[in-house]
């Protein structure tokens, strides 16, 4: 694998990373319900798309780290992954 392409794999990485971690922080702390019965109103309200657009926000401060740090290829992976996010969500709203 080419050192650009690893770059932008990390990239990828750390935004998927960066998108679990808020999932887990707006599920854990920001929810008026415990983390299971939070999840189960997810499900019983197909609200996954929604969800997953707010636990995605972590890869905007994660996009201008990396700008900042003139880190240009792993930011453009968490870009990458930001983009199959939001398609994501997409696909999960028209289901």
Same mark, same amino acid.
């Given at each position: 694998?080419?050192?650009?392409? @690893?770059? #932008?794999? #990390?990239?990828? $990485? ?5 998108? $679990? =971690? ?11 319900? =415990? $983390? ?8 019983? =309200?197909?609200?996954?798309? @929604? /969800? ?9 401060? /994660?996009? $201008? #780290?990396?700008? *900042? @740090? *003139?880190?240009?290829?792993?930011? *453009? ?7 199959? #996010? ?6 999960? *709203?028209? /289901?």
């Amino acid at each position: 694998m080419g050192a650009l392409k @690893k770059e #932008i794999f #990390i990239g990828v $990485f750390v935004a998927l990373f960066a998108t $679990f =971690g808020g999932l887990y922080l707006y599920l854990e702390y920001f929810s008026k319900f =415990g $983390f299971n019965e939070t999840l189960v109103m997810i499900q019983e =309200g197909d609200l996954y798309g @929604k /969800v997953l657009s707010i636990a995605a926000i972590p890869n905007l401060f /994660v996009f $201008f #780290i990396f700008i *900042k @740090k *003139k880190q240009d290829q792993r930011a *453009k992976g968490v870009l990458l992954a930001t983009i199959l #996010i939001a398609f994501t969500t997409l696909i999960l *709203k028209l /289901v």
